[in-house]
């Protein structure tokens, strides 16, 4: 989908796991897969880019950003105002300053303010705005993106970013598509705390 839709990079960043975009980085394909992940901290979704290795779920998320900076990673905040998204700025806003770039568009926020407000913070704190399909199927995948300022390499793309040499741009999810997206999480979530009972 990604090649379909006209991406040079794609970062796939998978819940805590860094199987699938490891198995991508495989694939013989025009598209660059950036080695990434969305790491779930205890103040909320955190994504990085730039390590092939897992991190540990359910750590701070300070001490999450300075292992990714140890391994020479990047750090971006996903949705950080999203209420039923673990944004990480809800519960702290400060989170933002921690980081290296803001997700300021994410193509799932569907009233938009969620999406105002992350751009709102990256400008008082001088970071960077890139876009986010929060692809949940492939279908959407291409539905947030990013213009890069860079060279076609995961080096020059992280280094880009960290300069805020960014242009996030793209298209809402559907609204019937985040809708039945949402109802199954929520149908998941029931029925994993009723299994643990």
Known sequence: MAEER?????????HDTVEGNRYAQT?????????AVEVSTTQG?????????????DEDIYQTIAEARHRGAITILPHPFHLWRHGAGISDST?????????SYN???LAGRANS????YAEKYHKPCVAGSDAHVATYVGYG?????????????LQAIREGKTTPTG????????TRQSMGGVKRRIARRIEKR
């Not at 006209?6 to 998978?14: E, P």
């Not at 013989?28 to 897969?33: A, K, N, T, Y």
């Not at 989170?95 to 997700?103: I, K, L, N, S």
């Not at 993106?145 to 793309?157: G, Q, Y």
């Open 95 to 103: 989170t933002v300053a921690a980081v290296d770039a803001v997700e």
């Open 27 to 35: 694939l013989d394909s025009p598209v660059l897969v950036i080695p």
């Open 117 to 120: 407000k992350a751009k709102r």
């Open 45 to 57: 979704h955190l994504l990085v880019l730039g390590s092939s290795e897992p991190f540990d779920a």
């Open 107 to 109: 193509s799932r926020h």
């Open 171 to 178: 298209q809402m999810t559907p609204l019937s598509t985040y």
């Open 145 to 157: 993106v990013t213009l890069i300022d860079a060279e076609k390499n995961v080096d020059a793309i």
């Open 6 to 14: 006209g991406l040079d990079a794609i970062a796939i960043t998978d």
